[in-house]
Each structure stands twice: as structure tokens, then as C-alpha cells.
């Protein structure tokens, strides 16, 4: 079974600060592939980012970046000198490669807001 | 149009009503999904069709019907819902079914709001 664990339900900050995302994941698939959504009052997931598990090299984009460590199963989603259009939800998900690879498993989610 | 578009955007149903959820995307994808999206739930996957095939219906009720006539649109069918059935409707696309290296793109979303 697949499980994605994001522990922090809401984060509040102001403007400028950085701000990490949690996000700890279970799988016993030896192959996965992990994402990060964000989800804005409008509704609509966009995609940020996917990492793939036999790639550990870490990504920044822009004021993004993304720490995926195997070793203790968590991929981290940092964002550096946070803005106001910021705020969102934001979902850590897992698809495997075993029967079920199109079925994305997604944690419960980490209300971002950030404040003028 | 691009992307994923869904409408309608807001839907107000009574729980007698017969209503319709579509979905339409133009990223040239072969599989869609539907997911429903309560509050304080994680996302709950519905259902997968891939080509046009059904692939995957994760023990929705029938209350709900899907049907998928090419690989560009996808429906949901609503009749006689019930309160609970309140919720973020969305659609997404992937490059294929497996998805393995193709990330889904999600749609704006439906709120359902049954009365």
C-alpha cells in the first residue's frame, strides 16, 4: 500500500519569509515517482514538480526548490522568500510502477498563507 | 481553449435532479480521470478511462455514471444524489494510462452543491 503523509496542515507566514513543506511517503515499489501540486482559491491543481526515485538530485526553480532524500522517504518542498500569491494548498503525491502505476496517491494537503 | 476545461463551474442539483459534468482536454492526453474532493479528505480517485476504456472504477456508486466518447472528452452522469455527494468534481489528463513518466494536468473543477 501507498501512503503520503504531508503533517502540517496549515503554515502561516509573512512576506519574504522562506517556508518548508513536509511531505513523507511510503511505498514498496523499488521504482516511483513522487509530485507537488498547488491548489489556489481558484481550484485547479497546477503542476509544480515530479521527481523520479532513482534520481535524487535536488531541484530549484526560482524561489522553488525540492529536497528528496531516500534514505528517510520525504520530499521537501521549500519556498524562498514567500509572496502573497503563494497561498494555497499544496499536495505531495506518489504513483508507483506496480498494477495500479496511473493512480496517484495524494497526502491530505498543507494550507499555505501567506500575509502581507 | 487549452489545457483541461470543465463545466460547468458551479452546479446547485436537487436530489431528484439529473445533471452532467464535462470535461474536455487539449493536450492531445489518451487517458482522463475523475476525482471528487471533500473537505478535509484527500483526493478520491473515481474513475480512469484510458482510450476510451474504463480502467479503473474505485467502488463509486451508481449514482454516478461516467462515459468517455473519444479521448478528448469525458462526462459525468448525476442522478439522484445525495447530500454527501457535495464536493470538488475534478477532471485531469495524462499522456497515457500508465502516466508513469507523464505527470496528470488537472481541470479547473465542478462544485457540486446537492440540496
Known amino acids: 500500500a501507498q501512503k503520503v503523509t504531508q503533517a502540517q496542515t496549515e503554515i502561516s507566514v509573512v512576506e519574504k519569509e522562506d517556508v518548508t513543506l513536509d511531505c513523507v511517503y511510503e511505498?514498496?515499489?523499488?521504482?516511483?515517482?513522487l509530485f507537488w501540486y498547488k491548489q489556489p482559491p481558484s481550484g485547479e491543481l497546477v503542476f509544480l514538480i515530479r521527481r523520479n526515485s532513482f534520481d535524487e538530485q535536488n531541484e530549484i526553480s526560482g524561489r522553488y526548490s525540492w529536497n528528496f532524500q531516500k534514505s528517510t522517504s520525504s520530499f521537501n518542498f521549500t519556498i524562498t522568500a514567500s509572496q502573497v500569491v503563494d497561498s494555497a494548498v499544496y499536495f505531495c503525491a506518489l504513483k508507483g510502477s506496480g498494477g495500479s502505476n496511473y493512480k496517484l496517491t495524494f497526502g491530505k494537503g498543507t494550507l499555505l498563507t501567506v500575509n502581507p | 481553449e487549452t489545457g483541461v476545461t470543465q463545466t460547468p463551474r458551479h452546479l446547485v442539483m436537487g436530489m431528484t435532479n439529473k445533471k452532467s459534468l464535462k470535461c474536455e482536454q487539449h493536450l492531445g492526453h489518451n487517458a482522463m480521470y475523475w476525482y471528487k474532493q471533500s473537505a478535509k479528505k484527500p483526493l478520491e480517485l473515481m474513475f480512469v478511462y484510458s482510450l476510451e476504456e474504463r480502467v479503473e472504477n474505485n467502488s463509486v456508486p451508481s449514482r454516478f455514471s461516467p462515459e468517455c466518447p473519444n479521448s478528448s472528452h469525458l462526462f459525468l452522469h448525476l442522478h439522484t444524489l445525495q447530500p454527501e455527494d457535495s464536493a470538488l468534481y475534478l477532471c485531469?489528463?495524462?499522456?497515457?494510462?500508465?502516466?508513469?513518466?507523464?505527470?496528470?494536468?488537472f481541470g479547473p473543477g465542478t462544485r457540486l452543491t446537492v440540496t
Open positions: 511505498t514498496r515499489d523499488t521504482t516511483y515517482y
Open positions: 485531469a489528463s495524462s499522456q497515457d494510462r500508465s502516466g508513469a513518466i507523464h505527470e496528470q494536468y
